[in-house]
């Protein structure tokens, strides 16, 4: 491919401070998207060894996030069944217990005393 223009642009938007550079900056960028310029090209040259390392980590981290599948694919667990009232389960609601000497379960109901 032949040389871009742009490069020089960006180069000369990195020379500069404030508010200028950074439109400048962006604007190239934006116009190396629209021509279809890879933006790492335009950027690369300016980049210091510690700007590299981190655009790697970036990239290393695009890259795990794309092999955790996501909320939308895992299947959710299916609840457990409801267990129906047994001996022994004093949960919620009455409860439920075996009289002494009797085969049979009773219920007995749970007593409030007067509010006042």
């Known amino acids: 491919m032949t040389e871009w223009a742009g490069r020089d642009a960006f180069a000369a938007a990195m020379e500069l401070d404030g508010v200028e550079a950074n439109i400048k900056a962006l604007g190239t960028l ?3 998207d629209m021509l279809g310029v890879d933006r790492e090209d335009v950027i690369a040259g300016h ?3 510690s700007h590299q390392d981190a655009a790697a980590a970036a990239e290393r981290y695009r890259q795990y996030v794309r092999t955790i599948p996501s909320a939308s694919h895992i299947p959710q667990p299916t609840p457990p069944p409801r267990q129906g009232r047994v001996a022994g389960n004093y949960g919620k609601g009455r409860n439920v217990f075996l009289a002494p000497g009797k085969a049979t379960l009773k219920t ?3 007593r409030r005393g007067r509010s006042w």
């Open 47 to 49: 980049r210091q060894p």
């Open 30 to 32: 934006q116009a190396a």
């Open 108 to 110: 007995g109901a749970k």
